[in-house]
């Protein structure tokens, strides 16, 4: 795509702060009303909003901006920002996700056992109000790919809702910290866990399926949040009437376009072991009333084991949350050679684009590309590398299809060497954050390379089912990790904060301070000023960071900031002691791009509240 | 003894803080030279003092009274106190002990695996420098009793020393965290464990055993410190000649007086599996150049297996380093019923007593008694309850003899009901500190009761070999945990901050500013203005507090204060989730003190370091 062909309509800086524009007041949807956004770009919608000082969400609000309007802390006073309350957790594996704030309560998810914990904001020292203690099955923990983690719950019609470890969903009263429910939705023996957050849109408790590694065909169950009944399950293989591909159903692009392509575009049988699977965050849009997700790799890694498009895995699909039919779907990577899981989040908003407002999904990719999306009809409107990638030239907007470098094309039995992004993407499954004040998109990036091998492998149920041999290290240019701010109409950086030694693996908050919040793998926390880069603030944590930043209002009406500290899961589990970084390829190859983690940081599990 | 015979000598407060007076310039012994001590009290000669701002030795001094001279950092402004650093070591179980600082680098053992890990005290975040694995046997987690806990090293001859839980010492060079040497000083196939910090005086380093519930004859060990050779070794139970007993010993009391007590007191062999560990605390006076350390309780824990006074456990013993040969014992405890194991810390001070200057060991007692004791003699110059205690009426201080209640002694095969206290004590291992200036010592207490009842036991080697059923409840009084200010001349305590929920299971920390610091089983840490016993500032840590703490002066010229936080050890065990608290008789009977506590607290582990 010709850049300079795309009109240029975010409104410059100087002038937004002026104006202070407030736009998008439309109709709530529950408690995702759209709040006033002092200082909110002309140019930019904003879908749904982060409810008063609270945080009832995975992402804050439906649209997963991870935006909050809050403004106590800004850019001037942020340096005197200090622990306020500091708890732990007592389990020393990946603290990934974010905890949330509902009517002055924190509920905080742990890793594997899953404990939900309810913290009194009223008090000092937030105590807990009560520890809800699931006790999933232990076996749970062996069949795990890459540590322990969950990604955290929802709040919906008085209940916390999450998933545990070994696939229960369960809703606990809010406030008494009673198990409403408890629902079965998978089968770790065929090596299936879950540890996504659900999104719960009205009466519907929605949550995907992990376990792309060991065979797992992917899947969406949803559940009736009163009484956690079976409501639909969508697959990402297979048949139509699996996939929920029915007569609503309109792929924008031919490629995606044809009868039962979850089963056909597969060798015959491969599909039921084909992967797909749905571990990252749901959004969705109450105007269209659409959820989006991404699906992850296809099993096995080798692509010579499964000749074919391998749909729908690495898709993006828009589904109606009520009956779970599909209205489209855009698969980002036909015969994915290089386990970009596209599992990521997808941000809607709607903003000027091209000169005229537009209903966008944007889709930051571990494929080393932003992608941005029309979320009515799964339309690639633009599709540009952030981070060091030769696997694909780029995107045929027209067909949607990538321009794969062949030569980066892996195979079984020979090892493909060189290739840009390694298998932790130009970013992972941690999300970004979109400032409806800043029009950027805030980018926890990588930037490193991979050398990979197919490798032919046998199924066997419940097990490693992986077919290939990686190893990684730094990409080029002298930096593995990049907190970066995103221009989306101009396709390009705007600034970077970059890091020599380690990826950036945390999530992103943005608030309407004008500072963002992210954490390193070492285990700063860090305010830096949304506008220019510049680091305002850190505070070092116990262990490295690669949950996800949030803000809310206390009872006292102060905004506080806060964050687990827990390195873990895929690339933190080097920092384990049972890991040894002398073995090139454990951990799928992670290990060349953490050299010094062990010494730079320690396992830890611990909640932070920060405040001025 | 009649407390109004006692002169009163201590300077009142008012008088001492006009005066400033200087007391106590003597010969420096190593780094433990005395420093002057502003305000300190003329009555009081500090027999070693804590070098200038480091905390180079397990008490921060050889006399251990954990006082720091330091007062950037007083009961003004250390409301202003927040935290400046936190290092998860990755560990949730019990962190007791404390780190040590010197020359501008921290060094922290952890938790079994028991690494030594060197901070860098001159950077922001406090870099790890290095960590040192020493990798000890595994079998030594099942093996120790009471949590795999360490606490802590000593400084000398440029080497940090330490004993791994493994019974390994070793000595690793502070500046290139290289080994220099390792030397394995039991064996854990018969159940020994090494939990203390080594005491190094001169050329000798010495450590104790742990060991006391699986039948281990208790020793210490003392090492080469240029080599790790063994230089000589002190049983507390068997013949004069293990237990180092020669022509220089002399008894104060004619109970303690006679050949081969060790041996004689026993039934025939039970010595040989008597327990009287050595798992506390060492202190050293360079004038008398005596150790002092206290031994555990005698084995089993039924009275009824082991008729006679069982020494030398629950005594007091003084030592030479160099030779190890005995100078003087006191057993506090003939014929211990109660499991009142008295390892804790030997304060040595001077202090005005009735009339003259004596040379003192303040030994606050897990029986319930404030001991002072001559510590040239070992004569009881006073014994006063500090708890609820009813096991004992007093003690006779012309013979040494506590006046036992019959009625409380435990037998085979009965309970004996509200025994007071139990057998966590009136305090634990926790240690005191000692103010110069206040002239008061401040305790970390408990007020617990238990019900005993002794069981016939038979002993196989490396299990528990324990002979009793236990359990314990809340003392009198509507508390379970005072943080208290005794006052030795008077006997009696000043102030004291009550914690109607859990005993108080950290050690203590006394400042030139007036400031004592200490932490909670809940996780507080607090600032406690150390004449009025006014709480003057609180931070809630993630994990509760059973470490100790330290302060000193940073590469930047500040002050600093340093604590572990992370909940277990014996009582902090009733914090795991491994452990049922629905079981009165788990963990020794502890559960029944520790209601809540897991709804309190998490398991954790980090180092926390605050400042202004």
Chains 1, 2 share one sequence.
């Not at 770009?41 to 609000?61: E, N």
Request: proline share 6%.
């Amino acid at each position: 795509m010709n850049r300079k062909t795309r009109a240029l309509t975010i409104t410059a800086c100087a002038l937004c702060l002026l104006a202070g524009t407030l736009v998008g007041q439309k109709n709530s949807s529950g408690n995702q009303g759209v709040a006033q956004v002092p200082g909110q770009l002309a140019s930019i919608h904003l879908v749904s909003a982060v409810p008063d000082g609270q945080w009832t969400l995975p992402a804050g609000d439906y649209a997963n901006t991870r935006y909050s309007p809050l403004d106590q802390i800004n850019t001037e006073n942020v340096k005197n920002l200090k622990v306020v309350g500091i708890m732990s957790t007592g389990i020393p594996h990946g603290h990934e996700g974010q905890p949330l704030v509902v009517n002055g309560t924190m509920y905080v998810v742990t890793p594997f056992p899953n404990d939900l914990i309810a913290l009194d904001l009223s008090k000092p020292g937030f105590p807990v109000k009560w520890k809800y203690q699931p006790r999933p099955n232990a076996q749970a923990e062996g069949v795990a790919c890459c540590d322990v983690v969950n990604r955290g719950a929802s709040y919906a019609d008085g209940k916390i809702i999450y998933a545990t470890l070994d696939n229960n969903v369960v809703a606990v009263d809010a406030n008494t910290g009673k198990e409403v429910w408890r629902t079965l939705t998978g089968d770790i023996n065929i090596g299936m866990t879950t540890t996504m957050a659900p999104l719960v849109v009205r009466n519907v408790v929605m949550v995907g399926s992990s376990g792309g590694e060991l065979g797992v065909r992917g899947r969406v169950t949803a559940l009736d949040v009163k009484t956690g009944k079976q409501i639909w399950v969508a697959y990402s293989t297979g048949p139509d009437k699996d996939v929920l591909i029915g007569p609503n159903f309109h792929a924008f692009y031919p490629k995606d376009q044809g009868k039962d392509l979850g089963m056909t575009s597969w060798t015959p049988d491969q599909w039921k072991l084909g992967g797909g699977n749905v571990w990252g965050w749901l959004s969705y849009d109450p105007e269209t009333n659409l959820v989006f997700y991404g699906t992850g790799n296809p099993g096995t890694w080798n692509p010579d084991m499964r000749p074919g498009d391998n749909k729908w895995s690495i898709t993006i699909f828009a589904r109606d949350p009520e009956t779970g039919q599909a209205r489209w779907a855009t698969q980002l990577v036909p015969h994915d050679s290089w386990d970009y899981d596209e599992i990521m989040e997808n941000v809607a908003i709607d903003m000027q684009w091209q000169g005229k407002m537009r209903k966008l999904l944007i889709h930051p990719g571990r494929t080393g590309f932003v992608f941005v999306l029309d979320r009515e009809t799964g339309e690639i409107l633009s599709a540009d590398k952030f981070q060091p990638v030769n696997w694909a030239k780029d995107y045929d907007l027209k067909t949607g299809i990538p321009a794969v470098d062949d030569s980066k094309r892996v195979h079984t039995g020979q090892y493909t060497r060189e290739i840009c992004p390694s298998s932790t993407g130009g970013k992972e499954f941690v999300p970004t954050a979109f400032s409806p004040r800043t029009g950027l998109l805030y980018i926890p990036a990588h930037n490193t390379c991979m050398d990979y091998e197919g490798i032919q492998v046998n199924y066997i149920a419940g097990t490693p089912y992986l077919g290939s041999s990686v190893t990684m290290y730094p990409g080029p240019g002298g930096y593995q990790g990049e907190f970066m701010a995103w221009d989306l109409a101009q396709g390009k950086e705007v600034w970077g904060i970059k890091d020599a030694k380690f990826p950036v693996y945390s999530g992103v908050l943005a608030t309407g301070g004008d500072v963002v919040f992210y954490g390193t793998m070492e285990g700063w926390f860090r305010a830096v000023n949304a506008r220019s880069g510049e680091i305002l603030w850190q505070f070092k944590t116990g262990s490295g960071i690669i949950g996800d930043p949030i803000t809310f209002k206390g009872p006292d009406g102060r905004q506080y900031v806060a964050v687990y500290s827990g390195i873990g899961g895929w690339m933190g589990a080097a920092a384990f002691s049972s890991l040894s970084l002398d073995d090139q390829y454990a951990a799928l190859g992670i290990t060349g791009t953490m050299k010094g983690i062990k010494e730079a940081t320690a396992p830890g599990g611990a909640l932070y509240v920060f405040s001025l």
